[in-house]
């Protein structure tokens, strides 16, 4: 089955500007999650949606917001654009668990590499 | 802050297997070790991930300790294309009153090179 897909792969903006991301999770997917990585920070956790709805949020300032369609696809958009914003946001869905044990395997994307100039 | 430890980097012959500690001394009886590798700038790919008891797929192996203070990821023989950075984290289970409620947190991994 097809993975994750987010769109774009890169763009480029300047500072001041607002970008939206998409994310297309893997079909049957209801949770849907994002993360920002900047070199030396690692993987930092943005937020999640679950059936249209936000169930958690990182330490991020509230430029960073995102939702969810009925489809479960998702997107996030990032306000009056920073030099400090330029990362690779990756996407990442899951299912509501695997089998009895529950396990939740995240598939992320590729990712959306945005450079801020 | 995340909830593991690992080591900034490793290195291992290429065929030799390469064994990545990962440190959870804080790991709760509903939460499952996952491991994820992140090669240069490519979203993370799921490897393995277990709950108490140890675990292997056609990827890697999973040992977690008695306590499950611990786990070891086990790549039996690295190839070039195993260098990566490996992630060990903590969740969960799906089924869990708190799944859902946690700021996923994966850490700054091992970054594992094979060495020709």
């Known amino acids: 089955k097809a993975g994750v897909t987010q769109t774009p792969r890169y763009l480029i903006k300047t500072r001041g500007q607002q970008v939206t991301l998409s994310c297309s999770p893997i079909?049957?997917?209801?949770?849907v999650s994002w993360y920002q990585q900047t070199p030396g920070q690692g993987l930092q956790f943005l937020f999640e949606y679950f059936s249209e709805t936000q169930r958690n949020k990182g330490n991020f300032p509230g430029r960073f917001s995102g939702r969810q369609f009925s489809n479960s696809r998702s997107e996030m958009n990032v306000s009056t654009l920073e030099l400090g914003d330029s990362a690779l946001y990756l996407c990442?869905?899951?299912?509501?668990?695997?089998?009895?044990?529950?396990?939740?395997?995240?598939?992320f994307g590729a990712g959306s590499r945005l450079t801020v100039l | 802050d995340a909830k593991t430890t690992q080591p900034p980097s490793m290195d291992c012959a290429e065929g030799r297997a390469a064994n990545l500690p990962c440190n959870h001394s804080?790991?709760?009886?509903?939460?499952?070790v996952y491991w994820y590798r992140q090669i240069h700038s490519q979203g993370p790919q799921y490897i393995i991930h277990?709950?108490?008891n140890n675990e292997t797929n056609e990827m890697a192996s999973l040992i977690i300790t008695e306590d499950r203070k611990s786990s070891t990821l086990i790549l039996p023989h690295a190839t070039l294309r195993d260098t990566a950075v490996y992630y060990c984290?903590?969740?969960?289970?799906?089924?869990?009153?708190?799944?859902?409620?946690?700021?996923?947190?994966f850490g700054t991994g091992t970054r594992l090179t094979i060495i020709p």
């Open positions: 984290i903590v969740r969960v289970g799906a089924f869990s009153a708190n799944f859902g409620n946690e700021k996923l947190t």
């Open positions: 804080t790991i709760s009886g509903n939460e499952y």
């Open positions: 079909s049957g997917h209801r949770s």
């Open positions: 277990g709950l108490k």
């Open positions: 990442a869905s899951s299912g509501a668990g695997q089998g009895i044990s529950g396990a939740n395997v995240l598939t």
